[in-house]
T-cell receptor, first 112, second 114 residues
Framework: QKEVEQDPGPLSVPEGAIVSLNCTYS??????FMWYRQYSRKGPELLMY????GNKEDGRFTAQVDKSSKYISLFIRDSQPSDSATYLC????????????FGQGTELSVKP | DTAVSQTPKYLVTQMGNDKSIKCEQNLGHDTMYWYKQDSKKFLKIMFS???????INETVPNRFSPKSPDKAHLNLHINSLELGDSAVYFC?????????????FGDGTRLSIL
């Protein structure tokens, strides 16, 4: 079993839809949670990061962490075709040399 | 200005050859990383360096040897390339490696072994 599980999709939604992307994890010691966006043939780009349970909002993006359920989510409101990409969740511990454990990534397609 | 740059972008070579990938960051960060992304897009850390010192070696075959001449550069040399080495290799950097440190990635080097 992988430490971080993420449905690879693909997920296809119409423009303007609310998108929900999720990851579950098995290591309750994870302290930091991140979401990266990766466009085709590009490197991952950090979208959001947090270290506490609860919600964090940035524009159309909301990251949610539920440590008791070992579950994190990324919500995208008013999705745009430019949001079409692969979304990767990542987690880390304080003292592991910066090592990020990634989910497999969910491929999202937003149709005009 | 590209923050984290890798060369080459594409590398096609024969099994058994030796090749190197170079990475440079101009963000003034202390920590640099190599990740490998397989065909299923699964991204896994290989190495991390902080101020030229090895911090993480994630049970990578010793055919892979990273070298950090200074904190702005981290190169990856691969000996005796195998078919299973075909992947995209990403370099990343962060301010340091403790705590929550956003990592900035390059655009990858696509390695294909024939």
């Amino acid at each position: 079993q992988k430490e971080v599980e993420q449905d690879p999709g693909p997920l296809s939604v119409p423009e303007g839809a609310i998108v929900s992307l999720n990851c579950t994890y098995s290591n309750s010691a994870f302290q930091y949670f991140m979401w990266y966006r990766q466009y085709s043939r590009k490197g991952p780009e950090l979208l959001m990061y947090t270290y506490s349970s609860g919600n964090k909002e940035d524009g159309r993006f909301t990251a949610q962490v539920d440590k008791s359920s070992k579950y994190i989510s990324l919500f995208i409101r008013d999705s745009q075709p430019s949001d079409s990409a692969t979304y990767l969740c990542a987690m880390s511990l304080y003292n592991q040399g910066g090592k990020l454990i990634f989910g497999q990534g969910t491929e999202l397609s937003v149709k005009p | 200005d590209t923050a984290v740059s890798q060369t080459p972008k594409y590398l096609v070579t024969q099994m058994g050859n030796d090749k190197s990938i170079k990475c440079e960051q101009n963000l003034g960060h202390d920590t640099m990383y190599w990740y490998k992304q397989d065909s299923k897009k699964f991204l896994k850390i290989m190495f991390s360096y902080n101020n030229k010192e090895l911090i993480i070696n994630e049970t990578v075959p010793n055919r892979f040897s990273p070298k950090s001449p200074d904190k702005a550069h981290l190169n990856l040399h691969i000996n005796s390339l195998e078919l299973g080495d075909s992947a995209v290799y990403f370099c990343a950097s962060s301010q340091e490696y403790q705590g929550i440190q956003p990592q900035h990635f390059g655009d990858g080097t696509r390695l294909s072994i024939l």
